[in-house]
């Protein structure tokens, strides 16, 4: 049995991972510390066994905490999803992203550093989630190499640049075997309803405006969220201690291009009930402070070393997106009315 330490478990991109892990029937039982700050969801997790996942209710700044499950569970790894990732919440709260992106890290770095040296478990990975924002802003050419010098806009990106640096130095310092994913934006089921693409969908289903900002000329490169998962358990089997590996879903796409794909996806599938075409709805607004103009991954180190690429185009991921969404509308509901942190929502459907 290989036992894992997942922090952020609840989160979007955390419960895909458990998701996924338990769907592919490994040996695994995993430890999900969450401490279920407004974007962790314990309703994303219904269905997963009790014998494969075992929910902490905790704090990764939580020294006592952390080193009292490194005693019970002997990890073979941890994978470091836990995070504040909201651009805009950053700006307009910064100290609560350094808290826990940077401290939070620091903290479990050190749980990590304490155990790997007592336990020599030679095979113990620590496997860190970033994000492509901490290279900074691209103009219309070029990608972002797992070399790209780092120069973050946000507090967000600069409290992840922040937790970067702490892992590659605890490698090269202490010996601790880390391991560094940078992501490009992802997109898929169970995304908290403030980011871009659920925003978008559920706006429409209820016919609000579609904030777009400035004019919608920013471009990112989406991936879709499983298969930003599955790239992380290659990089965790498969992936060289001390390495960096870019995750890009090979999709540059200009925010305006995402919102109005969107609607034209529905305008097909589940036409407003006015007559009216979606896009009508789209309403631009002033920029935020420091808004990157571009992001573009180069993920060509991770195909050609570990053989991994994006199984989904952006026109699959989307429709699917959107499908999960129409199919599971007690999920966002709940958390719409903010009843989420209650009882049970029953089956939801992929």
Not at 94 to 111: K, M, S, W
Not at 274 to 293: F, M, Q, T
Request: proline letters at 4%.
């Amino acid at each position: 049995m290989i036992n894992l330490l997942v922090t952020g478990g609840c989160g979007f991109i955390g419960s895909n991972y458990i998701q996924q892990t338990y769907e592919k029937g490994e040996n695994i039982q995993i430890i999900n510390l969450d401490k279920l700050t407004y974007a962790g969801n314990r309703h994303n997790l219904e269905g997963i066994p009790d014998s494969f996942h075992t929910f902490v209710d905790g704090d990764i700044c939580d020294n006592n905490l952390v080193d009292s499950l490194f005693r019970k569970y002997q990890f073979n790894a941890v994978v470091h999803f836990a995070a504040e990732s909201h651009v805009d919440r950053s700006i307009d709260g910064p100290a609560e992203f350094i808290q826990t992106n940077v401290v939070g890290t620091l903290n479990l770095l050190e749980r990590s550093r304490n155990y790997f040296q007592n336990s020599k478990m030679e095979d113990f990975r620590f496997l860190h989630v970033s994000t492509d924002e901490v290279y900074g802003s691209l103009e219309h050419d070029g990608k972002f190499l797992e070399t790209t010098p780092y120069d973050p806009s946000s507090p967000y990106s600069a409290s992840k640049a922040g937790s970067d640096h702490l892992v590659r130095a605890w490698y090269r310092t202490f010996g601790l075997p880390t391991i560094i994913t940078n992501c490009s934006n992802n997109y898929g089921p169970y995304q908290f309803p403030e980011k871009l693409i659920p925003l978008m969908i559920l706006n429409c289903l209820h016919n609000k405006p579609l904030p777009v900002y400035g004019k919608g000329e920013n471009i990112r490169d989406w991936l879709y969220v499983r298969d930003h998962c599955d790239a992380i358990q290659t990089v965790l089997k498969s992936g060289k201690v001390g390495e960096t590996y870019n995750i890009g879903g090979n999709n540059e796409i200009k925010n305006i291009d995402v919102v109005l794909t969107i609607c034209s996806i529905l305008d097909e599938i589940l036409p407003s009930d006015s007559g009216s075409k979606y896009a009508e709805l789209v309403s631009y607004v002033k920029d935020r402070p420091g808004h990157d103009y571009r992001y573009a991954i180069d993920a060509l180190k991770i195909k050609q070393e570990l053989g991994w690429s994006p199984k989904e185009s952006f026109e699959s991921g989307i429709q699917k997106t959107i499908n999960w969404y129409l199919n599971n509308r007690e999920w966002w509901q709940a958390i719409q009315n903010n009843t989420y942190r209650q009882g049970r929502l029953g089956v939801l459907k992929s």
